[in-house]
């Protein structure tokens, strides 16, 4: 089957015919072609760039396959044709080539401190391990190492990095010298300088940044996935720690409120911010409209940026080709310009996987 799709195409604003068959885009006609629309914006499919598809809401590893496959089609029915799986406790390579899901990019498990992470989610080593479970990890993977590079160290009653400045140095150098890149859970002040000094490639949340590390990583073309509206449940961990860590439970606070002020100051000095919802845990599936949402009206992004973050130049970082001849069939078409109207990316009128329709 050959579809056809006729629309005003962003990123280029022009309005375009293109072809579509299960393995590519075509800017020439193509025989026995179905017109699905002629008239409407057209994305690149949107990305979720940080996301558990291996998790179930409320922290809990999915029961099977079956079950992480249920979730990536929640994504993908909102809109969300590539997914980054930023740390999964169960694997399932086989989807990879499942033509009903997302395109796929993905970390094995995380790789996390001993007793002091999610239970049952992530490969706890000790600080003496953790590159040989990296190099684990990243073969389990298909490109990424998730580290989980903080977490609250109930002997302290407060965030503290995963173990010592050497040892997350040479976490982000193993992930690099077997050819995976890394991503890194920070929410401390301490852990994200350290990580990203140590040339890792995206930061994950980065609640704890200051405007010298923004600057750094802006040099250095470090990503930044916020995952705001995750952020959102840091007043809820605070009360439920209040009693046993007031320590923690104020330091969440402020870091929840001086958020919008850290993404704000990302956006300016230039680093690349991409759509992330940190799906799984805390966060239903298919959100990402919710999270582009955020990042304009609490970063202050503009509209097109924020398209950009959750489409072309998201998938051009994960290595998924856009709309371009010969590039990959994904597309979501929407009935007025996202540009100008961010909200009607929540109800896509047409939604096109490996050239095959997902919604009329």
């Known amino acids: 089957m050959v579809l056809h799709v006729r629309g005003v195409v962003l990123p280029d604003d022009e309005v375009r015919d293109l072809w579509l068959t299960e393995d590519a885009v075509s800017l020439e006609p193509l025989p026995g072609a179905r017109t699905v629309c002629t008239e409407g914006?057209?994305?690149?499919?949107l990305v979720d760039a940080h996301c558990h598809i291996g998790i179930a809401?409320?922290?809990?590893?999915?029961?099977?396959?079956?079950?992480?496959?249920?979730?990536?089609?929640?994504?993908?029915?909102?809109?969300?044709l590539a997914l980054r799986d930023a740390g999964s406790p169960v694997p399932y390579p086989e989807l990879d080539d499942d033509p009903d899901v997302p395109r796929l990019a993905r970390a094995g498990r995380h790789v996390a401190p001993v007793r002091r992470y999610l239970r049952d989610i992530g490969a706890e080593v000790t600080a003496e391990d953790v590159v040989d479970e990296v190099v684990r990890q990243a073969r389990a993977g298909n490109g990424w190492v998730k580290l989980v590079g903080d977490w609250i160290d109930r002997g302290v009653g407060d965030l503290a990095p995963a173990w010592s400045a050497d040892a997350l140095r040479a976490a982000v150098a193993a992930a690099h010298a077997v050819g995976a890149r890394a991503a890194a859970h920070t929410f401390s002040e301490e852990a994200v300088e350290i990580l990203v000094r140590a040339g890792v490639d995206s930061v994950e949340h980065g609640t704890g940044l200051s405007l010298d590390l923004v600057d750094t990583m802006a040099r250095n073309g470090t990503a930044l996935v916020p995952t705001m509206i995750n952020i959102e449940n840091f007043e809820e961990i605070a009360a439920q720690a209040q009693p046993r860590f007031p320590g923690y439970a104020a330091h969440m606070r402020a870091l929840h409120r001086r958020f919008p002020e850290v993404v704000a100051a990302a956006y300016e000095a230039g680093v690349p911010i991409y759509v992330g919802t940190d799906a799984g845990g805390?966060?239903?599936?298919?959100?990402?409209?919710?999270?582009?949402?955020?990042?304009?009206?609490?970063?202050?992004?503009?509209p097109v940026d924020v398209l950009a973050a959750a489409s072309w130049k998201a998938r051009e970082w994960l290595g998924f080709a856009g709309l371009t001849h010969g590039g990959l069939p994904d597309l979501t078409v929407y009935p007025a310009d996202p540009r100008t109207d961010l909200r009607v990316v929540q109800a896509p009128r047409h939604i096109i996987l490996r050239g095959r329709v997902v919604t009329p």
Not at 41 to 45: A, K, M, Q, S, V
Not at 57 to 80: M, N, Q, S
Not at 282 to 302: N, Q, T, W
Request: charged share 25%; proline share 4%; glycine share 12%.
């Open 57 to 80: 809401y409320g922290a809990k590893p999915v029961r099977d396959v079956r079950h992480a496959r249920e979730l990536a089609l929640v994504d993908r029915d909102a809109g969300v």
């Open 282 to 302: 805390g966060i239903h599936h298919g959100l990402a409209a919710s999270e582009m949402l955020m990042l304009r009206d609490k970063a202050g992004m503009a």
């Open 41 to 45: 914006w057209i994305l690149p499919g």
